[in-house]
């Protein structure tokens, strides 16, 4: 029940050389002249891995309001995940040199353009920052403290933290809620300043959601075929994967939604995006990130047996962990570099970031007992019935 | 349901009903039904109750679909090609109609589907072992075949009273 998660010392040095094969790729791009591609794909993998992070906070808080029992033996799970939030805001600082290559409202012609004269009280570097520390500032007392008051509760027991982490779940998805609508508008939306979509900021924050559980679900089927979690059976699993069967119809929606509004109001000003991503190069990442994000998970998750079964999940999340880079490079990419282009800076960043993810969860997993023991739903997840 | 033909174990809560539901499934004792004023999952599992109704669903949803684009399709492209605001005739918005009729398909034909398998419509007359399972009790039917002797009887009985049923009827 104390058991610990324990890493060898060869994974690590491999994971820590997969670190290093990221800093290579983004130095490789600034040094050949591709810096535009090394500050989007430093954009893009820094967007990644925090709406995962915040997914999986996401999940936990939901988790704790509706008092779910079937889930209280994987909260240390998304916990450790959080712990990447701070590493996250240290990581975030560095865009802040690329600002002028990434954003057209700081670029030169900026102070000419009508439409972006109207818009600086809200896109200026000061605000922005403010936003950015704030917002981080919040989430990470929020995490810290749901972190904090659940590892209290394995020393103390009683009903006591349990309410807390309640309470202090509530706030987080209120924050959440608010301070992720100005996120994603902020360092993604801004990219393209003239345009604009109401949708879009709800579109990121499910896909936070279903990308943050999916990878929670990849952690602990890898767990449990580790030899942890020996009581995960096929109730457990069918209540992870409902996660995100519902969240790939939630996406859908959202997806085409936005899509289909733009597309049968056909103004000039708002296809401007959708007409980018359509033209040769872009077209077959366009075209593949609803099928990936959406139809692949919901029609084979569909078949029950599939939503219980181990392989059949960890391929599930595997597609979904591309799918997710997929929608992020159709933000990114077509605004900042132009030209489709996908090549060692664009993977080995993400490895080396995906590395550096890993590396903070199994660290801060093996510093404490994988099972919270004095959960008061804890024997209720442990003897979830098989199905 | 003929006189004197079923073991009626009546409880009054759920627990019990579903261990004696246990009990009685170790003992390779065919239960033929359970009432019960709401679903009991665990009762379900135990009974290895299997249903084919959502791969009916899933089949009228694609139909419907299908049906539903079809008919879009020869409407619209086919029968009365309107071109409006410079948009193709085989159009995206064809998906919301599709999608909202995929769902009103697939809900009105298992409903039915349902109805005519589980022989019901508006206006029959219940069928229940005990009226008390409208309101608080749980119902385990029991039936008797002609191999089932005394012996067999009145374990099944002492079965049921240990796992707490408040009566044992017979009817």
Redesign the interface.
């Known amino acids: 029940m104390d058991k610990k998660l324990y890493v060898s010392k060869s994974f690590k040095l491999i994971l820590v050389a997969f670190i290093i094969l990221g800093i290579v790729a983004i130095l490789v791009g600034f040094f050949t002249g591709h810096t535009d591609r090394s500050w989007a794909s430093l954009l893009l993998n820094n967007f990644y891995f925090l709406s995962v992070a915040l997914g999986a906070l996401f999940w936990m808080a939901i988790q704790s309001i509706t008092q779910s029992g079937w889930s209280a033996a994987f909260v240390r799970v998304p916990q450790a995940m959080v712990t990447y939030l701070i590493l996250a805001f240290a990581l975030w600082l560095i865009l802040f040199f690329g600002l002028h290559d990434l954003f057209p409202w700081l670029g030169e012609d900026a102070a000419r353009d009508s439409v972006l004269v109207h818009k600086v009280p809200y896109l200026n570097v000061t605000f922005l920052s403010v936003r950015f520390v704030v917002f981080f500032i919040l989430w990470i007392l929020l995490a810290s403290r749901i972190r904090r008051l659940s590892l209290k509760e394995d020393e103390f027991g009683g009903l006591t933290y349990f309410k807390k982490i309640e309470f202090n779940s509530k706030v987080f998805i209120f924050v959440l809620g608010i301070s992720f609508i100005f996120f994603p508008l902020d360092w993604l939306m801004s990219l393209e300043p003239h345009w604009y979509s109401t949708l879009f900021s709800v579109k990121y924050f499910i896909s936070a959601f279903y990308h943050g559980s999916a990878i929670i679900l990849a952690i602990v089927i890898i767990l449990n075929k580790l030899g942890y979690f020996p009581f995960l059976n096929k109730g457990h699993l069918h209540d992870f994967s409902k996660y995100i069967f519902m969240l790939s119809i939630m996406w859908g929606y959202m997806w085409f939604v936005q899509y289909l509004l733009i597309w049968y109001g056909n103004i000039p000003e708002e296809t401007a995006y959708f007409f980018l991503r359509r033209q040769e190069g872009f077209k077959i990442l366009f075209v593949s990130e609803i099928f990936i994000n959406w139809l692949f998970p919901f029609l084979f998750l569909m078949w029950n047996r599939m939503a219980k079964n181990t392989t059949a999940l960890l391929i599930t999340v595997g597609v979904l962990i591309i799918g997710q880079w997929v929608e992020l490079y159709n933000a990114v990419f077509p605004a900042v570099v132009h030209h489709p282009a996908i090549g060692f800076i664009e993977v080995g960043s993400f490895v080396g970031f995906a590395a550096l993810f890993t590396f903070v969860v199994i660290q801060s997993l093996s510093k404490h007992p994988l099972i919270p023991k004095n959960h008061p739903y804890l024997e209720e997840s442990l003897n979830e019935e098989d199905e | 349901m003929k006189a004197n033909n079923h073991i009626l174990g009546v409880f009054d809560d759920p627990d019990a009903a579903t261990t004696a539901v246990e009990q009685l499934v170790k003992n390779k004792i065919a239960i033929k039904d359970v009432f019960s004023p709401f679903p009991l999952e665990?009762v379900w599992?135990k009974l290895k109750m299997k249903t084919r109704i959502?791969y009916l669903t899933?089949t009228y949803g694609a139909l419907g679909t299908a049906s539903v684009y079809g008919f879009l399709y020869w409407s619209s492209v086919i029968n009365y090609p309107l071109i409006f605001?410079?948009?193709p005739t085989n159009s995206?918005?064809f998906?919301?109609v599709m999608f909202v009729l995929t769902i009103l398909s697939g809900v009105i034909f298992t409903l039915l589907t349902y109805l005519v398998r589980e022989k019901l419509w508006p206006g029959k007359q219940v069928n229940l072992p005990d009226p008390r399972t409208m309101d608080d009790k749980f119902v385990i039917v029991i039936e008797k075949n002609k191999n089932m002797d005394e012996a067999l009887t009145k374990k099944i009985d002492d079965l049921l009273k240990n796992s707490g049923a408040v009566e044992v009827n017979e009817s």
């Open positions: 665990h599992k959502p899933f605001g410079g948009k995206l918005s998906v919301v």
